[in-house]
DNA sequence: AAGTGTGAAGCAGTTCACAGCA
DNA sequence: TGCTGTGAACTGCTTCACACTT
């Protein structure tokens, strides 16, 4: 099944592969089956054998997988084998609540710059990380950074995140409730806490 | 196709129409197409009418959607018609950030107490909301609170959790990275957001 | 003319069952 | 014996095409 097209809900489930391989090893297990770690996935272990199916013999029978070496084959698929640099762009409650964020680090993702438009804020620091003018924001380009997390009011989203994709950002977590139009080449992935909660009733 | 089982998906896109039936609102319009309302929300009209079409005739030929009306029926479908009242356990960065978030209300939510095990933050209030002692979490019944929000961190999250379904607590939006084990009536929502910022460099 | 509602076709993801390997 | 890897069956969602309504 080596090297057949990818479905989108396996590259969905690698993430959560990935983080309970960080809890397997901080359990100083050096093995695991999958069926154990379906468990810490919530799945079941023919899934997660099919899931890694699709790009390798990942596994030893009768034994299981290797938990380091499966850290990083899940970490070159989701090409986080290299350092990705992150930039955040309004530092306000939620903003400076995700810079003093510390699970980044495991994933190799760094927050290189913060950005904001509030002159009480610009020069400030925030766990480390020194809040920059949001007029500079082509400095991004120079940095390296390809990710940026939009954390700003929702009636300036869009034109944060058009300026962005001029500097070279091409993925995009964003926190507002608004949905971005961004090109193809660009990737957004929305999290909005109000709809979240939202979802919730139906299914109580 | 009235009153058949509703697939999962469309449940998951009622609150993404919702969020566009509000915005289309908020411009004035008082009527939408499903091709207008696919488009906000990024999908095709097909998918909209379709989904709809499970719950029943919600549109009129050759004119299209009430908005007031539609924005109704699926706050009745995803039960925000009544209010739901939320409680929120760890008042840290994160959690603050939350409570000074103001879009809940539009989906009928309310935060009604906070909690949090730090003696120096007990008596405080954040937006409005008094902090109080984790210890006190019984009071949670009291209040009629069905909803949790948890931004504890992962070390006590399932500990937490596991007092929050002792007090009556039925959906939970987990900010934490860990996977939380609940009963079966319990929904569990999870933001986790190392994971969604390490799920994008493999698309870019 | 414009836009909805839906049966049927097509497609993708899940589940199964089991052969094969350590 | 225990656990992996995978073709094949199954399930369910998406997409289409068009009849029908205003």
Redesign the interface.
Known sequence: MRYARIPDQT??R???Y???LFFVAEQGQSEVSSKDLAQ???VHGWQVRKDFSFFGEFGRPGVGYRVSWLTEQIKT????DSE?K?VLVGA???G???L??S??Q??N?AIVAAFDADAEKIGQRVSGVEIMDIACLESVSELGA??A?VTVPGEVAQDVVGQLINVGI????NFT?C?LIVPD???V?N??????????????
Not at 170 to 173: A, D, R
Not at 191 to 204: F, K, N, Q
């Open positions: 590259i969905r690698l993430p959560l990935l983080r309970a810490y996935v919530g698929i989701l090409r986080l990705k992150a306000g409650n939620l400076a609540a995700v003093s964020f699970g980044f495991k994933y993702l390809t990710l997390i091409k993925g995009i977590l409730s949905r080449q660009v990737r992935t999290i909005d806490i109000g709809m979240d909660l939202a979802s919730l009733p139906y299914y109580i």
